[in-house]
């Protein structure tokens, strides 16, 4: 069943007033006033959690200091600890979670499906595998890790793409061809385990955890250069994805080039989980849960990419402190988190799609 019918059945995202903004010019904008202002206090929240994450730890900071250290008031130590350590590893979260966030819109958009999220389609186990193949037969760096679960991931895309290839390629058949290929991959990611040494499987299992610790500045940077091409590549075409959850048909029938943005929509949401995943291990469910939270908080049709985005940057973030914090002195990865709170919500979402006559 396509999004737009879900919305129209589902009462948590029936459409919510717009308004006609014109300027002098002639030119004209609409403009969805509750997801404007849900999309800004999202990004509040983020910028918050962000905050509270740097003052946290075994030296703690007020969220005044924390202002004050990251405006260059701060003193030398405080320079230190938030710039050096506790920064690069807020904006590598914020960053990570957008990147999931937009591409589980985008993903879940196309296959007109809740749960066609990257990470159940098999491209987080696809970058998952190519990172184990570095660490067990090559003992490869970090840097070679992450250029590897970039491969991995984009193979998997090709692949998932051309088996799911039938004169288009349609919602379902994408999510069947990508369940089983997480399913093949899986038992990939198992062989190279019980093939690695002791030290290269404990160096395998802490990265498929999915983890923001030792994160710094070479991380961060190449992450915002793809992110800063990316985004707005897929903000752009928006209006396209829109349009195709009417169906290709209609799609056509309103000037779309249907196959070539699909194709370019699925290449930049591949590429996003590919880069996510290399800089902080297969994080799992913020790429599903991101953009269902966006839609029940906007109550807006459409893939909501920018909410999603800003979802998912606030839901990692949250998730991090949580792993910090909730547990006394033991910090687990922030993956743990992740996957208790997002195999809840998957639970839900399959209940909620059930009683709905959905699935």
Avoid at 54 to 65: K, L, N, R, V
Avoid at 241 to 251: F, I, N, Q
Avoid at 310 to 339: C, H, I, K, S, Y
Wanted: glycine letters at 12%; one cysteine or more; hydrophobic letters at 55%.
């Amino acid at each position: 069943m396509s999004t737009t019918r879900t919305a129209e059945r589902d009462p948590a995202v029936r459409r919510a007033p717009a308004r006609a903004v014109r300027s002098r010019g002639g030119l004209s904008l609409r403009l969805d006033v509750r997801a404007v202002v849900a999309s800004l206090v999202i990004t509040a929240v983020a910028l918050a959690g962000g905050i509270v994450v740097i003052g946290s730890g075994d030296f703690p900071m007020t969220p005044g200091e924390v202002v004050s250290t990251l405006l260059g008031d701060g003193l030398p130590a405080q320079e230190f600890i938030v710039r050096e350590l506790r920064l690069p590893r807020v904006l590598t979260a914020l960053l990570v979670g957008a990147a999931l966030g937009l591409s589980g819109a985008v993903f879940q958009s196309i296959s007109r499906n809740p749960l066609g999220s990257p990470d159940v389609l098999g491209f987080g186990q696809g970058a998952t595998v190519g990172a184990l193949v570095v660490i067990v037969l090559f003992q490869g760096n970090s840097w070679a890790v992450a250029a590897g679960a970039l491969a991995g991931c984009l193979l998997t895309g090709v692949l998932v793409y051309v088996l799911a290839w039938k004169r288009g390629v349609h919602g379902y058949r994408l999510v069947l061809v990508g369940i089983g290929a997480a399913a093949m991959l899986t038992a990939v990611m198992q062989y190279l385990l019980t093939k690695a040494d002791l030290v290269d499987a404990t160096r395998a299992v802490l990265w498929i955890t999915g983890t923001l610790d030792g994160r710094g500045w070479e991380q961060v940077l190449p992450l915002a250069a793809v992110c800063a091409v990316l985004v707005p590549l897929v903000l752009g075409h928006g209006r396209a994805l829109r349009m195709m959850e009417m169906g290709d048909d209609a799609a056509y029938a309103l000037g779309v080039p249907v196959e070539r943005a699909r194709v370019v929509l699925i290449l930049c949401a591949v590429l996003l989980m590919g880069v996510a995943t290399s800089a902080a291990g297969p994080i799992a469910f913020v790429a599903l849960s991101a953009p269902q939270l966006a839609r029940r908080v906007t109550r807006s049709p459409g893939p909501n990419l920018m909410p999603s985005a800003l979802m998912g940057a606030a839901l990692l973030v949250v998730a991090d402190w949580a792993a910090q914090q909730a547990f006394g002195e033991r910090q687990l990865p922030v993956g743990v988190v992740t996957g208790v709170v997002g195999g809840c919500y998957l639970l839900w979402l399959l209940v909620t799609e059930r009683k709905a006559g959905r699935i």
